[in-house]
Each structure stands twice: as structure tokens, then as C-alpha cells.
């Protein structure tokens, strides 16, 4: 398995393990490998540049970089785009070749690469809304609870507490 073959790879991202799957530029199979992070440094930085396809997610960005560091031309895919090129059912090889599919299609949109700053500001705005979100939601709970107890005891008297009163 030579690695001037290699022109397209797609990558499917897990938690430790990453399954690659490359096309030699007529759309063979000419890579499965299933790796590890340290493991995936090293066999991209001996692979002549190409084309390398992920889907989009938080750590996505991480790797994309790291290979882009090593001159391969790294893109993400959104993963809503990358569904129609799976072929039967799910499993990780299945998940990197439909990505590796996806990436040589020339009409694909890809997610643009998110730097360190970016990722940080983005999480920084979603910790935020969270924020505001729960602060809404308490408050309007606190109103909601303060004028439905109050309303029946403080509110206007209705025509049969003043008439019973009045006996």
C-alpha cells in the first residue's frame, strides 16, 4: 500500500479511536485503517498531501488544523451532507468512505475552519445564552408562582366574597 496512491481520505472522528478510509484518484479503495490520535499524527505527516474529509464537530476543528499544519487539505463536512453517500448500515469504515465520497464531490458546502479564538468566543457566546436562558426561566417562574398564590388572597374581591361579608 503505497502512500503516493493516496489522494482522498475521509476520516470518521471518535473519542480515541479514528477510522480512515482513502481513494486513489479514480475512486479505489487503497486505505482502511483503524488508529489512534498519536497514531493518525504520524501516518499524516508520512502521507503526501491530499484531500482529507471530516465531519463537522468541536474536535473536528482541532484535527483539521493539525493536518492542515502538515499541508493535506483538510475540510469539514456538515453531517446532514455527508448521510446520503452511506452505503447500508452504520458502522465507522462505512462513516469514513461515505465521508471520503462527500469530500470529492465539487458542488459540497464545507464548514470553514475555526481558529483556537474563534472556537473559545463561540463557546463563550453559548455559555452566555445559557446563562440568560436560565435566568428568564427563573424569573418567570418566580412571577408565576408569586401571582397565582397572591391573586386569589390579595386580588379584587368578587361578588360572592363581598355578598358573604356583608351577612
Known sequence: ????LIATVGIDLGKSTFHLVGFDEHGAIRLRQKMSRSQL???FANLRPCLVGMEA??????VA????AYGHD???????????FLKGHKNDYRDAEAI???V?????????????EQLDLQALHRVRSRLVSHRTAAWRSS???????????VGRPTASAIASASR
Do not use: D, Q, W
Not at 143 to 153: E, H, I, P, Q, V
Open 41 to 43: 499524527e504520524r501516518r
Open 74 to 84: 483538510a475540510r469539514l463536512i456538515p453531517a446532514k451532507y455527508v448521510k446520503p
Open 65 to 68: 488544523r493539525r493536518l492542515a
Open 57 to 62: 464537530c468541536a474536535g473536528a476543528h482541532h
Open 143 to 153: 412571577c408565576s408562582t408569586l401571582f397565582s398564590g397572591t391573586k386569589r388572597m
Open 100 to 102: 471520503a465520497e462527500a
Open 104 to 116: 470529492g464531490r465539487p458542488t459540497m458546502r464545507f464548514v470553514p475552519l475555526k481558529s483556537v
Open 1 to 4: 500500500m503505497s502512500n503516493t
